[in-house]
């Protein structure tokens, strides 16, 4: 199983960036999946996530700025930030989650200044 992260990088407050993850090795549709961020100092959060059947939910912190989407013909899941602030520089982890397994990707640096 692999989830590989891409998208991440140097942003300007305000700016935007659009996160992927492309995942191998599962049954990408019967996955919920998940963005999770994890700061300098601080402990991993959830960012978004979206089941299998599309349902998403958002942190309060990046709710109205954040959009999460899957393509599962691509094995692919997606976080659209906007707005971006200071506070949301982090490294954003992929997450696939089943009743039965659970898997992480290695991570994406976003890093959000001027």
């Known amino acids: 199983v692999q989830l590989v992260e891409s998208g991440g990088g140097l942003v300007q407050p305000g700016g935007s960036l659009r996160l992927s993850c492309a995942a191998s090795?599962?049954?990408?549709?019967?996955?919920?999946m998940g963005w999770y961020r994890q700061a300098p100092g601080k402990e991993r959060e959830m960012v978004a996530s979206?089941?299998?059947?599309?349902?998403?939910y958002y942190a309060d912190s990046v709710k109205g700025r954040s959009t999460i989407s899957r393509d599962n013909a691509k094995k692919t899941v997606y976080l659209q930030m906007n707005s971006l602030k200071p506070e949301d520089t982090a490294v954003y982890y992929c997450r696939s989650s089943s009743k039965d397994n659970d898997y992480w990707g290695q991570g994406t640096q976003v890093t959000v200044s001027s």
């Open positions: 979206i089941n299998s059947s599309g349902s998403t």
């Open positions: 090795g599962i049954i990408f549709s019967a996955y919920g």
